[in-house]
């Protein structure tokens, strides 16, 4: 007899429950990974950031190799960093807050300020965007660095280092009709909403726990303009 996944979430006692939404946060992650292929279809990646962050802390000129002997004529300069920034210090406020939103979970279940192990790199594929000059780049005087497709191919090979895109969420509306990522959250806040009404507070928290896991994926569909990327490294 077969049964639609509703049914067949609903007919679920609250530990699986939690295997189920273990199974959809992976799946959700899948979806948003980026692999050689797409990465190669998208092409242009870039980031928009400050003069002072880019001299001080990306590229300076004067970086020559510490092993060489100062009187030697080299101009070799070693390669510039690639900053990423703890997931706690970013300046959106909805920061990892957009998908509890979205599945209607309050803080009540999950701690707001606990510190994080994801660090991030943010990139986009708008290359002239106003509005990200404006926030991103110092007002429009920064300046907007593209990455070498090369470079990235190493990141998105790279076993420790994550690619992945970011999904936007119109929090005033539940679209079961989208997205395959779009469908799974529907699955996700089918069984938040089943967990509640078996009143099993710590299977509530366990599941907005795991939420984590997905959390820094999602922005509200405010920013969708910004059309990003990330660069992700969880310690």
Do not use: P
């Given at each position: 007899?077969?049964?639609?996944?509703?049914?067949?979430?609903?007919?679920?006692?609250?530990?699986?429950?939690?295997?189920?939404?273990?199974?959809?946060?992976?799946?959700?992650?899948?979806?948003?990974?980026?692999?050689?292929?797409?990465?190669?279809?998208?092409?242009?990646?870039?980031?928009?950031?400050?003069?002072?962050?880019?001299?001080?802390?990306?590229?300076?000129?004067?970086?020559?190799?510490?092993?060489?002997?100062?009187?030697?004529?080299?101009?070799?300069?070693k390669p510039p960093y690639l900053r990423l920034t703890n997931l706690k210090q970013l300046n959106d406020p909805m920061e990892g807050r957009a998908i509890y939103n979205y599945l209607g979970i309050d803080n009540t279940f999950f701690h707001n300020y606990q510190t994080s192990n994801v660090f991030i790199s943010s990139l986009t594929v708008v290359s002239d965007s106003l509005p990200m000059w404006k926030e991103y780049a110092d007002s429009s005087q920064g300046a907007f660095l593209e990455?070498?497709?090369?470079?990235?191919?190493?990141?998105?090979?790279?076993?420790?280092?994550?690619?992945?895109?970011?999904?936007?969420?119109?929090?005033?509306?539940?679209?079961?009709?989208?997205?395959?990522?779009?469908?799974?959250?529907?699955?996700?806040?089918?069984?938040?909403?089943?967990?509640?009404?078996?009143?099993?507070?710590?299977?509530?928290?366990?599941?907005?726990?795991?939420?984590?896991?997905?959390?820094?994926?999602?922005?509200?569909?405010?920013?969708?303009?910004?059309?990003?990327?990330?660069?992700?490294?969880?310690?």
């Open positions: 007899n077969e049964k639609s996944d509703s049914e067949f979430i609903l007919s679920l006692d609250a530990n699986q429950l939690l295997e189920q939404a273990d199974k959809i946060i992976y799946y959700i992650r899948s979806k948003l990974t980026v692999d050689a292929n797409e990465l190669k279809e998208i092409g242009s990646f870039g980031h928009y950031t400050k003069i002072d962050t880019l001299t001080n802390f990306l590229i300076k000129a004067d970086w020559k190799d510490d092993n060489k002997n100062e009187n030697e004529n080299d101009s070799k300069v990455y070498d497709l090369s470079y990235l191919e190493d990141i998105v090979a790279h076993q420790s280092i994550e690619f992945l895109k970011i999904h936007y969420l119109d929090l005033n509306s539940d679209n079961k009709e989208g997205s395959e990522v779009d469908k799974s959250l529907s699955k996700l806040k089918q069984i938040f909403e089943k967990l509640q009404e078996l009143k099993d507070e710590k299977a509530l928290i366990d599941f907005s726990e795991k939420l984590k896991k997905i959390s820094y994926l999602f922005k509200v569909k405010d920013y969708e303009y910004e059309m990003e990327y990330r660069i992700l490294i969880n310690l």
